[in-house]
């Protein structure tokens, strides 16, 4: 995702597992609730809003109703093949229905980060994304993330060979050979 920041894609990944591919009915317990916010003043809450909206937040949950509509349809849809017509047409139906609220994870991430940072500090942060090294950040910062866990995985594969070669050797000794 272009110009997104690690904390769009860490909310990307929250947001896809969250959205899984079953119905609320159908999925496992949810997780535990986070303790309640503390009261933010509106002022507080709208420069959280400003800094979300410097940094493109919207863009990772713009797509979930459709997404979640899709994904609901389409579990429904594998232990009813015969009814893909009617769903379709459903799903339809549900995503007008429901269109735009995803608005309400932006009203939430604003209390979030109004509870978590300062009316000053959100003010400082949205300054910081406006700058050129704050664009720069945006920008570059996906990519660097992506390199980043691109080696962590190259590094584990690669340590996780060293880790066998120790057990197999270790094992070896105690005349108890690894396969």
Known sequence: MKG???ILLAANLAIGLAFSTLPASAQQPAVQQ???LKPASPSAI??????????NVNQVYAQAVPNIVQRTKDAFLANNLSY???LDEV???VAKALAGREK?????MAKIYANDFTEQELKDLTAFYKSPLGQKVLAQEPKSIQTSMNYMGQWA?????TVATEFRNEMKKRGKPLG
């Open 84 to 86: 893909q017509k009617d």
């Open 91 to 93: 799903a339809v139906m």
């Open 104 to 108: 309400e994870i932006g009203e939430q």
């Open 34 to 36: 986070p303790a309640p």
């Open 46 to 55: 709208a420069a959280a809003k400003d800094l979300l909206a410097v940094k």
């Open 157 to 161: 594969q690669a340590f996780s060979e």
């Open 4 to 6: 997104a920041s690690p």
